[in-house]
């Protein structure tokens, strides 16, 4: 391990890093060393290499966990500025550490990185070496809360991971850490020892007061205008928490009091950094911008139809990325060649993790020239009693560039004026192309987006590269700092990584050549394939329906796709099947192979990147998934060591949101707003015995440290260590139903005490956050309150036992809960909460192909959602139904000629016309057949049916705003009560 250490700190200061030393106060990551957390700060240069031993007093596991360390080693690089290449830079590095990267599978796997703390992000990549994560690669953003210019590259190497993987070994104690000596045997007691000091020793009354003093000193510090030491009582106090967490001693409200004071301290600490360096004139300079791209002084020609390519290269994009940029650069192309008149063909698009290619058939060379017709002043103010040119028509022609006699009289909407016709000349294609095609490149946008060293440019991932052909002509594009070019790059590891592209035609073959799949379902189609091979040879298939969404990922984190079969130990198969396809799916991006009978059997198929060692990369893969299981395991067993009861304690250290508290305050509300609802519906005896028991070990499985480390197995572990504390099975089932759906769309409670206890799940985050402003803004959701919504309106539509439940009471019962915790609930956030509840219902039905008139019809019922569906069934099954075509039009009569505001009853001695006695007569009769059971627009129509011909009468025979006051009052109260009867039924306007 020495000799990795060695090697790591040479091979960056021969590419012109500093060395300095780890730092002499304890740091969670060598993110936290001054030498990254200030001198990223400001516009000095600043390239370093270090170790830095980082303390985590959480992971302590007294050396027994094989994967888990409270100090693990970190070898620590920041590039500042970016340098281009940092990537291939960094894959250098692994050389040197004896990794053969053509080998391996080496992947830049999406990982965005942020430190509350610090008041610190950036974007960047989990490095994996065959599946194991081995190195963080970030482009910071913001650090002390300060937007960083320029960008550093972070790298952050795992040094205890790379060499447990270099050396085959399972436990981080059996790596070699210097000749005959183990790392076990260096570090083992002081790990042993630290975990007690973290785990059960610290004393937390001298911590909190530790805390205390450094924060009192780090203050002291700013106020002096000394950054240094003010950071490290910043670090001091970060440490005195973390080792607070550990023994459990950090509530709810200390925990956000405490993060807030360090994040308040360390921008005031890099506040007052980059003041005092900016006072000191950046003894270290100021690093200036690079140089802008310029497009040559005269463009190329071409002189036939062409087809345009157009590739933009870019460092690993986010899979989600990989085909929404596809699509929005293709729509940007088709907008902008629309607003241009340059003929050409059909455009197709390509997307990979590292390029945006867009193909455009048949471009023609020029755009044709264009005739158009420029307005002046009108006829008669142009010329004389003489016809002669006025001083207007004289400036008008003079502005054209023409003679006066050379104007024109045109006819403009039957005015005639004077004008001129000019001729445009049409722009040759590479001119056209040239401009269009860069301002794509500049207008890219994502849902995050950074910035690298080209500050001109920002999108979800550095772009490094452009090619532009129009044939076999070049398209000088120039954007920001960025010029294209014929040459593309390949994979990395190949011989020539950049290579010449002599012409537009035939590049998805031309890529293909070079070992990469451009088109995207292309590589979905050869995953499938091979998987299912793989599958075979092990005697099983695997689930693609239901391994979609995974199956769309890895095609999307793969240039050329690269499938192989793995196993792990059938002994692992004790374990709970959702702990291990999760563990799978989520980490390791792995498909489970199922036998005939849908059981796990005990292998895999991974994807690697490209040719590599399959036997290597398979060990590697399989021995991940192995520390994965392990760790799993681990938890398993620590997990089932306590109750239920026991776990819930946690669940008061776990924060839900600082004003409503923590994850124990919210599971007390749950619990309650359930019971409240059960009270609404009215549960047997059973039930509510099941929902009660439910109640009280509501969210227990948030506390596990199964669930902390796996959070998707939420409700999941719930079921599973429920039932081995000995509850009951529907205890069981219920917990685990309160997290259902998981998505839109996912399996709903299949129990009522389930679904009762998931609605109030959902109903508290509504409730609460809407309370306190914390509301869905564009496509921010931080709370996935959307989601949360839509799995309240789906649970109501499959549970009709519960229309008793409508979205007003379920807001409101959450909320008397929210406010009998202290937090204000004003009327206005539950008229907005129950609002946004309706808008998700009527998405819902449109999205699934609904007709928007109809919807809008039953959204007045939308409070309680499945008289709402039952109404809009009605409605579709009484679409070409003549009778209630016509009840509906003589309702919408009534509607459109009742004002606001006009009570629903009348004198009926006032009525003298036949038409108007027959219509009271009639209204009688039907209102006498409602009551206070009928429900549902069917019964509705069924009563309401013989309205029709005596409304369509009335209105035919009678003046309803007769001159007779009390007479007019009369026949509007009589029409209002027609209303009052059909209202809440429907919005009958919508028809």
Not at 19 to 38: D, K, M, R, S, Y
Not at 770 to 776: H, L, Q, S, V
Not at 908 to 935: C, M, N, W, Y
Request: charged share 25%; net charge negative; glycine share 8%.
């Amino acid at each position: 391990m020495q000799d990795a250490l060695l090697a790591l700190q040479k091979y960056w200061t021969d590419r012109g890093c500093m060395v300095v030393q780890p730092f002499n106060t304890e740091v969670g990551a060598g993110t936290a060393n001054p030498a990254t957390a200030l001198r990223v700060l400001g516009p000095e240069p600043w390239h370093v290499g270090y170790v830095e031993p980082s303390v985590r007093p959480d992971d302590a596991r007294y050396g027994e966990n094989p994967n888990r360390l409270q100090m693990h080693t970190q070898f620590q690089v920041i590039l500042k500025p970016d340098p281009g290449n940092p990537q291939e830079m960094y894959l250098g590095s692994l050389e040197v550490l004896g990794i053969d990267i053509d080998a391996h599978d080496i992947r830049f796997v999406e990982d965005n990185w942020a430190s509350p703390a610090l008041g610190a992000w950036g974007l960047g990549w989990e490095v994996w070496l065959d599946g194991l994560e081995i190195t963080q690669f970030t482009y910071f953003q913001q650090a002390g809360g300060l937007t960083l210019d320029p960008v550093s590259v972070e790298i952050t190497y795992g040094i205890e991971r790379i060499l447990m993987a270099l050396q085959g070994v399972g436990h981080f104690k059996d790596i070699a850490y210097a000749p005959d000596i183990s790392y076990g045997e260096v570090f083992g007691q002081s790990e042993y020892e630290m975990s007690r000091y973290y785990l059960d020793d610290a004393d937390i009354e001298v911590n909190h007061r530790l805390f205390d003093e450094y924060a009192t000193e780090a203050r002291r510090m700013i106020a002096e205008r000394l950054p240094v030491p003010a950071y490290v009582y910043v670090l001091k106090c970060s440490h005195a928490f973390n080792v607070l967490d550990a023994r459990g001693a950090i509530s709810t409200t200390e925990r956000a009091k405490a993060f807030g004071q360090m994040r308040t301290l360390t921008r005031q600490a890099a506040q007052l950094w980059a003041e005092r360096r900016e006072e000191m004139g950046h003894p270290l300079g100021v690093v200036e911008p690079p140089a802008a791209a310029q497009l040559p002084a005269e463009l190329p020609t071409v002189d036939a139809p062409s087809t345009l390519l157009f590739e933009i290269g870019v460092e690993e994009l986010p899979h989600v990325e990989v085909v929404r940029s596809a699509e929005a650069v293709r729509e940007a192309l088709t907008t902008k060649l629309a607003g241009t008149r340059l003929g050409h063909g059909d455009i197709t698009v390509h997307a990979t993790p590292r390029r945006l290619v867009l193909l455009v058939d048949d471009v023609q060379p020029r755009e044709p020239d264009a005739e158009r017709t420029v307005r002046g002043p009108r006829a008669t103010a142009a010329f004389d009693a003489d016809g002669n040119p006025t001083k207007a028509a004289q400036g008008f022609a003079r502005g054209q560039g023409i003679a006066p006699e050379e104007l024109l009289r045109i006819d403009v909407d039957g005015v005639e004026h004077v004008g001129v016709v000019k001729t445009d000349i049409g722009r040759g294609a590479v001119e056209v192309l040239s401009e269009l095609l860069g301002q794509i490149v500049a207008e890219l946008r994502a849902d995050k987006n950074m910035r690298w060293r080209d500050a001109g440019l920002s999108f979800t991932r550095p772009v490094r590269w452009l090619v532009a052909l129009l044939g076999e002509t070049v398209v000088p594009v120039a954007v920001s700092s960025l010029s294209s070019s014929r040459f593309t790059r390949v994979h990395r590891t190949a011989q020539e990584p950049e290579v010449e592209v002599a012409s537009a035609d035939g590049y998805v073959d031309f890529l293909d050549g070079h070992d990469i799949v451009l088109d995207g379902a292309v590589r979905r189609e050869q995953i499938i394939a091979r998987a299912t091979e793989l599958a075979a040879e092990a005697g099983g298939t695997v689930d693609f329906e239901g391994e979609a969404a995974l199956v769309d990922e890895v095609t999307n984190l793969v240039e050329q796709p690269n499938p192989i079969l793995g196993s792990f130990a059938a002994d692992y198969l004790e374990l709970p099947n959702q702990i291990l396809t999760t563990v799978m799916r989520k980490h390791q991006r792995y498909l489970p192979v199922r036998g005939a009978d849908g059981r796990l059997l005990p292998n895999f198929v991974a994807v690697a990147n490209g040719s590599c060692d399959v036997d290597l990369v398979r060990a590697g893969y399989e021995s991940v998934l192995r520390a994965r299981y392990e760790d799993a395991a681990f938890f398993w067993r620590a997990d089932q060591k306590r109750s239920p009861e026991q776990h819930k304690t946690g669940l008061a250290k776990l924060t839900f949101e600082e004003r409503l508290g923590s994850v124990a305050d919210r599971a007390q509300r749950i619990a309650g707003v359930a019971a409240d609802l059960a009270d609404i519906v009215g549960l047997d005896a059973a039930e509510r015995t099941t929902l009660d028991r439910a109640g009280e070990l509501a969210k227990f499985d948030l506390a596990t440290q199964m669930v902390i480390e796996l959070s998707s197995l939420a409700g999941t572990m719930a079921r599973e260590y429920a039932l081995r504390a000995g509850e009951t099975a529907e205890v069981a089932q219920a917990l685990a139903e309160m997290e259902q759906p998981r998505t839109a769309g996912g399996a709903l409670p299949a129990s009522v005490p389930g679904a009762l206890l998931a609605l109030a799940d959902r109903l508290d985050s509504l409730a609460g956050l809407f309370a306190i402003g914390a509301t869905p803004t564009g496509s921010s959701d931080p709370f996935a309150l959307r989601r949360a919504t839509l799995g309240v309106v789906s649970i109501l539509r499959a549970f009709p036992q519960l229309r008793a439940v409508t979205l007003k009471q379920g807001l409101a019962a959450a909320a008397r809960r929210v406010a009998a915790q202290g937090v204000e609930v004003p009327e206005k956030a539950l008229a907005d909460a129950h609002e946004f509840s309706v808008r998700r219902y009527e998405q819902q039905l449109l999205d699934a192909g609904h007709e928007h008139r109809l919807v809008q019809a039953v959204l007045p019922l939308a409070d309680t959602p499945a008289d709402a569906d039952a109404a809009l069934a009605e409605l579709e099954r009484l679409g070409d139904d003549a009778d209630f075509a016509a009840l509906a039009a003589a309702l919408q009569r009534v509607r459109r000629i009742v004002p606001a505001g006009t009570d629903a009853g009348y004198d009926s001695s006032r009525l003298v016309e036949p038409a108007e006695i027959a219509l009271h007569e009639t209204v009688d009769k039907v209102a006498a057949q409602f009551g206070s059971d009928t429900t549902g627009l069917a019964e509705f129509v069924g009563i309401a049916s013989p309205l029709t011909g005596p409304v369509n009468a009335f209105f035919d025979d009678v003046l309803v705003m007769a001159e007779d006051p009390e007479l007019r009052r009369a026949r509007l109260g009589l029409l209002a009560t027609i209303n009052s009867l059909a209202d809440g039924v429907l919005d009958w306007r919508a028809l």
